[in-house]
Structure formats: structure tokens, C-alpha cells
Nanobody, 126 residues
Framework: QLQLVESGGGLVQPGGSLRLSCAASGFTLDYYAIGWFRQAPGKEREGVSCISSSDGSTWYADSVKGRFTISRDNAKNTVSLQMNSLKPEDSAVYYC???????????????????WGQGTQVTVSS
């Protein structure tokens, strides 16, 4: 059974850092484009970052560019999202997702992804 599990969320003060991890079971993440999304209360789910499986290219939303970094750890079969200089507006439930097409370019669009984790809460507050 294909499964994604996020971890690493929590409560952090503005300006702090968190590292989210997306672990896979049942498939090898390296073959698939992986996206990180977030959803705040009352708002639509939005793309934060993604990493392609075709060439390793990455994408970041303008709101997180320069602060967040996405990376793969193939040995651990995980994809991480390093989040620095966190702001209150970064607070949301963060989800990772996988596009089931192998060797694809990643996308910021929710509908492109087939497998989703359960989400991890990130709260940025003093």
C-alpha cells in the first residue's frame, strides 16, 4: 500500500526554523515528483514547493522563496522541507504529495498529485 507520512511540524516563534519530512512506504520517492502544500483555516490548499523526478528541478512559491528549501534523501526515501525565517502567515497544515507518473516535472497544482499524506501542523507564533 502506497503511503506518505509527514513529520516535523510544531510550534515555533517568528524567525525560527522547522524541518518537515515526508516519508514513503510502498514506493520509492526518487521516481516521483513530490510537492509540499499547505492549508490554513478558511483558505484553499496552496503549493509551497516541489521537486521533479525528471531532472531534480525545484519550484518555490514566491511567498517562501529564499526561506524554504526542498531536498531529497534517497537513502532514507524521504523528501524534506527546510523552513527558515518563519512568519506567522506560514502557519498551516502542511501536506506532502506524490505524482504517480514516473520521471515527471513537478507542479504547484493540487490536482496533479495522486497520493497525499495526512498533514502536519505548523504554527508560527510568539
Amino acid at each position: 500500500q502506497l503511503q506518505l507520512v509527514e513529520s516535523g511540524g510544531g510550534l515555533v516563534q517568528p524567525g525560527g526554523s522547522l524541518r518537515l519530512s515526508c516519508a514513503a512506504s510502498g514506493f520509492t520517492l526518487d521516481y516521483y515528483a513530490i510537492g509540499w502544500f499547505r492549508q490554513a483555516p478558511g483558505k484553499e490548499r496552496e503549493g509551497v514547493s516541489c521537486i521533479s523526478s525528471s531532472d531534480g528541478s525545484t519550484w518555490y512559491a514566491d511567498s517562501v522563496k529564499g526561506r524554504f528549501t526542498i531536498s531529497r534523501d534517497n537513502a532514507k526515501n524521504t523528501v524534506s522541507l527546510q523552513m527558515n525565517s518563519l512568519k506567522p502567515e506560514d502557519s498551516a497544515v502542511y501536506y506532502c504529495a506524490a505524482d504517480r507518473r514516473m520521471y515527471a516535472y513537478c507542479s504547484a497544482y493540487v490536482l496533479r498529485y495522486d497520493y497525499w499524506g495526512q498533514g502536519t501542523q505548523v504554527t508560527v507564533s510568539s
